[in-house]
T-cell receptor
Framework: KNEVEQSPQNLTAQEGEFITINCSYS?????LHWLQQHPGGGIVSLFM???GKKKHGRLIATINIQEKHSSLHITASHPRDSAVYICAVFSGNTPLVFGKGTRLSVIA | DADVTQTPRNRITKTGKRIMLECSQT?????MYWYRQDPGLGLRLIYY???????NKGEISDGYSVSRQAQAKFSLSLESAIPNQTALYFC???????????FGPGTRLLVL
């Protein structure tokens, strides 16, 4: 079974800071997902990537397949970015394996 | 309207009671999932179904059962609820090969 580790577990930042959340996994994968869980509980998918880099607004996700590592960056962070960010990996025809999440708080 | 709906949104029950959580999706996805979320443990898979005739146990299936009544519907039952099943439960769906999962809003369950 793939082991997915996220770091840090908790992160507090000042508004405007550049934020990086890391995800590493133990076994080769087909794709990696980043999800966001808002304080109200709802979960939405942010990115699915299998190589390289994707960007959506102020969010950037990168993956290094050889190193089994992905990062999620948030530029010019804002209090509305406060949420739990979850990494999940997909290998072949099995369900996603999730990390435990990184809780981000952005203070104005 | 939401693509994935869950009912009820909140439920309080007593130890030993049988309860059912229901999930419906309008995205036409083949695959559906039930997860529970506990503080500090992340999302854990209870059961999943890759099509109507396919049901598979996840990592924490003991004490739970499921029914895939139709492509769009996947229900989770707790046959005899116990307090350590108090958690936030999520249903999700995905399309084969894509694996981007669409989550329902969650059901908060409290077992007294």
């Amino acid at each position: 079974k793939n082991e997915v580790e996220q770091s840090p577990q908790n992160l507090t930042a000042q508004e405007g800071e550049f934020i990086t959340i890391n995800c590493s996994y133990s076994v080769g994968i087909s794709a990696l997902h980043w999800l966001q869980q808002h304080p109200g509980g709802g979960i939405v998918s942010l990115f699915m990537l299998s190589s390289g880099k994707k960007k959506h607004g102020r969010l950037i996700a990168t993956i290094n397949i050889q190193e089994k590592h992905s990062s999620l960056h948030i530029t010019a962070s804002h209090p509305r970015d406060s949420a739990v960010y979850i990494c999940a990996v997909f290998s072949g025809n099995t369900p996603l394996v999730f990390g435990k999440g990184t809780r981000l708080s952005v203070i104005a | 309207d939401a693509d994935v709906t869950q009912t009820p949104r909140n439920r309080i029950t007593k130890t030993g009671k049988r309860i059912m959580l229901e999930c419906s999706q309008t995205k036409g996805h083949d695959r559906m999932y039930w997860y529970r979320q506990d503080p500090g443990l992340g999302l854990r898979l209870i059961y999943y179904s890759f099509d109507v005739k396919d049901i598979n146990k996840g990592e924490i299936s003991d004490g739970y059962s499921v029914s895939r009544q139709a492509q769009a519907k996947f229900s989770l039952s707790l046959e005899s609820a116990i307090p350590n099943q108090t958690a936030l439960y999520f249903c999700a769906s995905s399309e084969r090969g894509q694996e981007t999962q669409y989550f329902g809003p969650g059901t908060r369950l409290l077992v007294l």
